[in-house]
């Protein structure tokens, strides 16, 4: 029987920093007996916006697993009179922490990414993953992601379209492995280690970005209950692009919903105010856990 594990070469492996993608990366590399084959690399993007728990995860599994792991980041360099998308190579030193991809972004595109127009995905995730591909000379790749066999409607998603240039297929080992979240929990429950954020039922609430726009209002404002210094950079990106049809204001990441210097106020006001709204989150995979 085929072992979904043994992964073909060449392929980038897109590891989010999560339990999800954590335990994938493992099983790879038990299916090669702890190495990678040399056209099989793993790729970290981050954005400067993740929580210092999952970049001293990312660094835990590198060290603790003998694995390399790249670490990269969205940056400009001027092209002329516009400028330039491109990423570099970071370490766990190196890294930003204060969103200093995610502002960059920003401010070139003049805009702030919303919900039908992930923008950030595609900066700071994809196109930095893409140029490393080429940079390193994996041609004709696959990419592969961590989704799990219980979310059939994101496998089927990321099956439809290649995404990265140069990416022949997108695969979901743990999907074909008939993988779910009760396995996850019970692999990082029973490991030496862990990523040091609260699971609830399997999920990383604090995870990816902090308090990304794409994350449910009760999730951000329970997370600003408790770290209401999380809230600052988001309120402060949300001055960065003055808003076309409100002089006096900035553009915000989701016209459904409050600001989020409005999301603070209300959240110190009244504590749960938002915890009977809908909790459905909208991520897209770039981003899984």
Known sequence: M????????PAIISFSGGRTSGFMLKQILDAYNGELPADIKVAFANTGKEMPETLDFVQRC???????????????????DKLRHTYRIV?????????EPFEMMILARKSLPFPVARMCTQDLKV???????????????????????DEPRRVAS???????????????PLADANIAVQDISDFWNSNSFDLELENVNGSTPMGNCDLCFLKNLPKISGIIRDHPELADWWIHAETLVPHKNKPSGGMTFRTDRPSYAEILRITKAQG???????????????CTD
């Open 2 to 9: 085929h072992n979904p594990y043994k992964i073909d070469g």
């Open 62 to 80: 590198s060290d603790e697993w003998n694995v390399p792991i790249f670490w990269l980041e969205y940056k400009t360099e001027p092209n002329g």
């Open 91 to 99: 370490d766990f030193n190196s890294a930003s922490r204060n969103g």
């Open 127 to 149: 196109r930095p993953i893409e140029k490393f591909c080429k940079d390193v000379g994996l041609i004709d790749f696959y990419n592969v992601v961590g989704l799990r066999a």
């Open 158 to 172: 990321l099956r439809k379209s290649p995404e990265l240039k140069g990416c022949i297929s997108r695969e979901a």
């Open 272 to 286: 749960d105010f938002f915890a009977d709204m809908p909790d459905n989150d909208t991520i897209p995979c770039m």
